[in-house]
């Protein structure tokens, strides 16, 4: 398979896993409210379940300040590892890198999936000191796509208390965790029909008093089968944030690549540089005046690491690429001379790296346009075989799903064909990363409904691409709340099978593509990963010149993931 092409198969079972191919289920056991006796609850769940013949993975990711775990211990079987202390997580929070325990959280329950049915993690109990915030455990269960289930200890309470304490808590965590599948109620007061409006015509989950109970007597009273039966209904696991970056780091990690940084005294390329070679995402290779880069570290207060970084001076190396460059446009008129003058741009030389294998990959535009750094590509690497366009997509953390936008950076007024081109590029590159990709391929009007050169440029891209690639699921044109709002799409695109569903979205110019993806990026505070080159022979990726340092660091970890895969 080559990225920087049309990919035809992804490259393990970590990106396999795509939306709709969970390999086993994920509950997530949040209290309902205070003192919700989550502990006996969750491990009175567990022993139920793996009696019922279940394979079962326990986590817990947080123990609070002197919680015991004894309990854990004794029902599992062995030692309980918690991912975090209540400590770690303040620090976090401090931080702002709560991120870091989502994403830990993340790769514990990626070890799990192959080998359990069902992974069970037990929640947070949030209490009133108020050094914990409520929203955590909507944060941790929406990292991993999990369904919930509510505990609540009812012991005390009459039965619309506890219906109140339920549809509060639901309320609360709908957002992000919109798949409630049931409750653990620990009341003899409570009976299902109770709970009928908090849980619709889906059946609780009950268990008997907690006053008395052990973790036994709670793992014999709890009915499996409502909950069977709702972890049964199908049902797609996004592909969360939290997954995609998680597992992103950890492919780049896998297989080293070499990324050459022509911009190697940037300040935020230095930033970026560092933390992906102290974190083996990638060998950074820096072009650049020692002396200038040595200035900018300083300025910056950083030390390179001992290794995982090289700092190549220009000079030294610009005439080894001389001949081949002179070679490789001699059609154009190349000559010595001229070639030598093209190689004192860092980019050029650079590509020129990349052309003859001495590199796997090319980052660049934290200063240069991204006319200077595409083009050196085009003119020396060329296109991949069987593309004809190069375009990007960026890949759009939002807080619940991970999206593909896309074209927008390269191409400013595509043709249908090129429209069509970007499309199937964009559907196999989302497929790469993980995505089931439903495309849509947005206008100002849907289906019918509107007429005129721009929605007509649209209409015959869609029935291109759809000639060309018969298994993609794609539609259009549709506005993008008719292909991204659910409701929206049933009304004005009822027989679509991407209307309210997509995840790759396709503009029809780099006006309205570039626009959007900035605007969602800036108002929503989101990550946008890219932009990410589509249809190159190696792996070349641009930058946006107002790029974070944390938007670096993951185009490189793509560029190093495109090259594990590029001939």
């Given at each position: 398979m080559n990225l920087c092409g049309r990919p035809r198969q992804v490259w393990d079972t970590r990106w396999q896993r795509t939306e709709e191919m969970t390999l086993s289920l994920i509950v997530y056991?949040?209290?309902?409210?205070?003192?919700?006796?989550?502990?006996?609850?969750?491990?009175?769940l567990a022993k139920a379940l793996t009696s019922a013949g279940h394979r079962l993975g326990y986590l817990k990711p947080v123990v609070l300040t002197g919680e015991p775990?004894?309990?854990?211990?004794?029902?599992?079987?062995?030692?309980?590892?918690?991912?975090?202390t209540q400590a770690d997580v303040e620090t976090l929070l401090i931080q702002d890198e709560l991120s870091t325990l989502q994403e830990t959280l993340v790769a514990r329950v990626d070890e799990l999936v192959d080998s359990v049915d069902i992974v069970l993690i037990e929640g947070v109990q949030i209490d009133s000191d108020?050094?914990?915030p409520i929203s955590l455990n909507g944060l941790l269960a929406q990292s991993v796509g999990a369904r919930l289930v509510l505990a609540l200890d009812g012991s005390h309470d009459s039965a619309s208390d506890i219906a109140a304490r339920l549809t509060l808590s639901r309320t609360l965590l709908a957002r992000q965790c919109p798949y409630l599948i049931?409750?653990?109620v620990s009341s003899d007061l409570v009976v299902p029909t109770t709970l009928t409006s908090v849980l619709g015509d889906r059946l609780p989950v009950i268990a008997s008093s907690l006053s008395t109970a052990s973790v036994d007597d709670i793992a014999a009273a709890v009915s499996l089968a409502p909950l069977e039966a709702a972890l049964s209904f199908p049902r797609?696991?996004?592909l969360t944030p939290s997954m995609f970056r998680q597992r992103l780091l950890r492919k780049a990690q896998s297989s080293r690549q070499r990324i050459v940084l022509p911009e190697g005294d940037e300040p935020r390329t230095l930033h970026a540089a560092i933390h992906c070679a102290e974190h083996g995402i990638a060998t950074c290779v820096l072009i650049g005046k020692r002396d200038a880069i040595n200035a900018a570290l300083q300025q910056e207060g950083l030390t390179l690491p001992a290794e995982g970084i090289e700092i190549i001076d220009p000079d030294d190396i610009r005439e080894r690429y001389v001949p081949p460059l002179v070679e490789l446009r001699s059609h154009k008129g190349m000559t010595p001379d001229k070639a030598r003058h093209m190689l004192e741009d860092t980019v050029v030389l650079g590509t020129m790296m990349l052309a003859e294998d001495d590199v796997d990959g090319l980052v660049s535009g934290a200063v240069h346009t991204t006319a200077s750094t595409v083009r050196p590509a085009l003119q020396l690497i060329k296109t991949a075989e069987g593309s004809s366009t190069v375009s990007s997509i960026f890949f759009m953390l939002l807080p619940d799903q991970v999206m593909v936008f896309g074209?927008?950076?390269?191409?400013?007024?595509?043709?249908?064909e090129q429209l069509a081109e970007i499309a199937m590029q964009s559907a196999d590159s989302a497929q790469a990363f993980g995505l089931s990709p439903r495309v849509a391929l947005v206008s100002y009007s849907t289906g019918t409904s509107g007429s005129g050169p721009a929605v007509d440029k649209v209409r015959q891209a869609v029935a291109v691409a759809q000639e060309k690639r018969p298994d993609l699921v794609l539609?259009?044109?549709?506005?993008?709340?008719?292909?991204?709002?659910?409701?929206v799409g049933r009304q004005k695109a009822p027989d679509s099978a991407v209307a309210g569903r997509a995840n790759v979205i396709?503009?029809?110019?780099?006006?309205?593509?570039?626009?959007?993806?900035?605007a969602v990026q800036r108002s929503a505070q989101v990550l946008a990963v890219g932009p990410m080159l589509q249809g190159l022979r190696k792996p070349v990726n641009d930058l946006s010149r107002g790029a974070l340092i944390e938007d670096i660091v993951y185009t490189i970890a793509l560029t190093a993931v495109q090259a594990q895969t590029t001939p």
């Open positions: 056991v949040a209290p309902a409210g205070r003192n919700a006796g989550l502990t006996a609850q969750t491990l009175g775990t004894e309990q854990q211990q004794q029902a599992l079987g062995g030692t309980l590892a918690p991912l975090m108020g050094r914990l049931g409750v653990l797609e696991t996004p074209d927008c950076a390269i191409t400013p007024d595509p043709t249908v539609d259009g044109p549709l506005q993008y709340d008719a292909a991204t709002v659910p409701g396709v503009f029809p110019d780099l006006n309205t593509g570039n626009t959007t993806y900035k």
